[in-house]
């Protein structure tokens, strides 16, 4: 590892604690909807930077998550001629807080939590990342969100903003994702960095963003591997 | 109980869940300060609503509580003619860190928390909840803190501010004290209340609040008999 050992570590979730691609598309075929289950989840996440964006741009007011998942989520229903009843769509829109882990994240989660403090630093609002923490035994000792700053990733308020909070200057708070775009937002704030690259993120076959070689402090197979190269 | 049952319970900490004059006296006596410990405790403890008010009018700017702590404890140690060193006294300040929760109150949280999310709702700050709940193995699911709202209680922005991150309406969260003035914080925000009564806060023979018999939703003399009231 480059750098001194970090003192708190901040969590991307969505595809980097949580299958979202492999959860929705689940969900979408016991729903017995008349689409390809993958392929919808791709279309959902699909909406969710763009609507970020709008955010960030002020055409939107701030909206959390669950606000924006449920905009893209009725184009979508939409656009593929599905007429669901308004309390199954809240219902359906609700499936991001019930995403499940990665196969190692629970487990890799209480081993890292032994040595240090352990934070969500998400888009994702509060409420649902409580309910998602629930529905997956994700043991944080709190969550940050990008509602408490009124500021989406990257924007380098949410980096800074979890600092300030933890009461520890930049360069002693690690942000762990499986996105290389996140990992730079926080570098560029002055935090330390571990990529844990999820190469299932988008399901078999899928993309994953480039990255270089050096580029990020620690470099982890899984959240296992991640607690063996910080002493955890 | 009065009322429909709380969806989400969100828990005053100083005095409700740990006992801060009985660490801080140990604490005191265990740095063989000249001084009587549950005596300095009092003092110290009682400067915080002052100060909180100073915050409030806006004397001071937004302090966090360390740092409320810190002014306090300076003016303190200043008055009982004890001189220590700079990283000694920011090492005493934390004393609040590691306050010891009271007997019941880990048991009671975790059967709480099998039920219902439960989180802090407390004017310390998020780094001082944060260690308190390593320190003392406290479970929530999240920490609130007025330092996410740039209120203290029992401004209402705290009340509201917790059941809006959330996602509740105000009905569906119950507030957990020692302190009936804050609980008719909470009451006057709409919030379901629970009263648990701790003799013992200021040590003992210290005086309590007054309160009126049906004022609040639940009454309850630990964390195991609210547990026992909310079906936990």
């Known amino acids: 590892m480059s750098g001194a050992a970090p003192r708190a570590l901040v969590f991307d979730v969505f595809g980097t604690v949580v299958d979202w691609h492999g959860t929705i598309a689940a969900e979408v075929r016991g729903r017995g909807l008349p689409v390809d289950g993958g392929a919808f989840a791709l279309e959902w996440r699909a ?61 890799g989660l209480h081993r890292l939590k032994a040595r240090l403090p352990i934070a969500t630093l998400s888009n994702g609002n509060v409420s649902l990342l409580l309910a998602m923490a629930r529905h997956g035994g994700l043991p944080w000792d709190t969550i940050f969100s990008a509602e408490l700053f009124g500021h989406y990733k990257p924007d380098p308020e949410c980096y800074l903003g979890a600092c300030r909070l933890l009461d520890l200057p930049p360069a002693a708070v690690m942000l762990v994702a499986a996105h290389p775009s996140d990992l730079r937002g926080a570098r560029a704030a002055g935090l330390a960095t571990a990529y844990v690259p999820r190469p299932l993120e988008r399901g078999p076959g899928g993309e994953m963003e480039p990255w270089t070689e050096g580029e990020f402090d620690v470099v982890a197979r899984d959240f296992l591997h991640l607690a063996e190269q910080l002493g955890a």
């Open 47 to 107: 909406g969710y930077a763009p609507a970020m964006d709008e955010v960030r741009r002020g055409v939107l007011p701030w909206t959390t998550i669950d606000g924006l998942h449920r905009r893209i989520l009725d184009r979508l229903l939409a656009r593929h001629g599905i007429a669901l009843a308004a309390d199954e769509t809240a219902e359906f829109n609700r499936v991001w807080h019930r995403l499940d882990p990665w196969p190692d994240a629970v487990e």
